[in-house]
């Protein structure tokens, strides 16, 4: 079939004068904790970067969200006692005791503490990919925060590149 | 138009070989607020799940953000009573009283502490989009958070994907 | 040769029927910073502004990231009283001295501080590319927030779309 040849030699030539053909990846999974404590930290960095590898995304975004409203995602060092000032400091700024003083602890919640921490510590991030990987700095890590915890929570883990 | 045909054919499969088209679609829209107060919160939510609709992405992310740095876009619970205890938090961390206490001020404004609650509650939400939808926690909501109300104001959603 | 001539028409004529071809544009590009002094603010609108240009990007966005994590990257009002705000605000919510009070700085750092003062500030901010543009409010400017300053840092500018 002759003709048929020619069509696919058109298609190539056509290619070069102004646009491509792209792939477009998207990859979403979750990720679920149960932190036995009622606060605590875990270093997430390398479960996002066996995603990122699995989505094979050359060039593009990789966004890890709470998926719960009292816990974070952040970034930050993976130095324990930073992660215990972390700990002591957000206590200060917005103690759990005396769970009376807030407003949504009248709903039967002991919580609200842990609205107000997580607003700090930040629900998402967004780190760029490049090369197919996560296009970081030297001591950047990846970590869930846990504000409210004794129970499973989600996070949420979504790749968009080419 | 024998040839013509075949044309098409070659094109079709070529396809499965390496690449295929695709659609990269954004949807950009305002929405605009006036709080009577200088201080309120609310739920966009619904909104943004219709934006979300419209666009027509089934796969990609959603970018809130305050167009004005004197208020905030976040996710949290949609209870009024942690509204009031984020209201009560704020003013805390960062009153409004005495006006004289900030060097903003003395351009005339009233509204350093505005510039400083809406840092801690955050300009901005990326939410990822999955099979058309918002992909949400259970208890996930958006809000505006308005920190120096009484005139009309600006955010900004973009939605892209395919 | 009258057969390939047929093959590009084919082509064009089927591109309405659903689908067209589209450019996914990215652009990475590090910034790098020595603040004289511990702590300072840059604001670096400007030049990814001319980044966004560079890029070609007409819809999209543009993701800029402190990768240090002691310094942060936000959005607010190109204002220096503001800034002197911020100064006094962090310090008191997140004071250096006495540097003793920090589990971190027994690693024989003296920065905690300066990894506290950038949670609140936020690291990172994602923003709307429309029509080949920043999509700002009238007054939002970016700024490099520097809480550890004295060496070299970068700041990530990844920008995606098409």
Not at 19 to 29: A, G, I, R
Not at 40 to 54: A, M
Not at 77 to 96: C, F, Q, S, T
């Amino acid at each position: 079939m002759p003709h048929r040849k020619k069509g696919i030699i058109a298609l190539f030539s056509f290619f070069p004068f102004g646009w491509h053909p792209v792939h477009v990846k998207s990859l979403t999974e979750n990720l679920w904790f149960e932190i036995p404590n009622r606060r605590g930290f875990v270093n997430i960095t390398g479960t996002i970067e066996g995603l990122v590898k699995k989505s094979g995304v050359e060039e593009g975004i990789c966004l890890v969200n709470a998926m719960h409203i009292t816990a974070s995602v952040f970034i930050n060092d993976a130095e324990n006692g930073l992660l215990r000032d972390y700990e002591v400091w957000l206590e200060k700024l917005a103690p759990h005791e005396p769970t009376s003083q807030y407003h949504h602890n009248r709903t039967g919640e002991d919580n609200a503490d842990a609205h107000l921490k997580r607003q700090i510590m930040g629900r998402e991030v967004v780190v760029a990919i490049t090369k197919g990987k996560l296009d970081f700095g030297p001591w950047e890590q990846i970590f869930y925060g846990e504000f409210d915890g004794r129970r499973r929570k989600r996070v949420l883990v979504k790749i968009i590149g080419e």
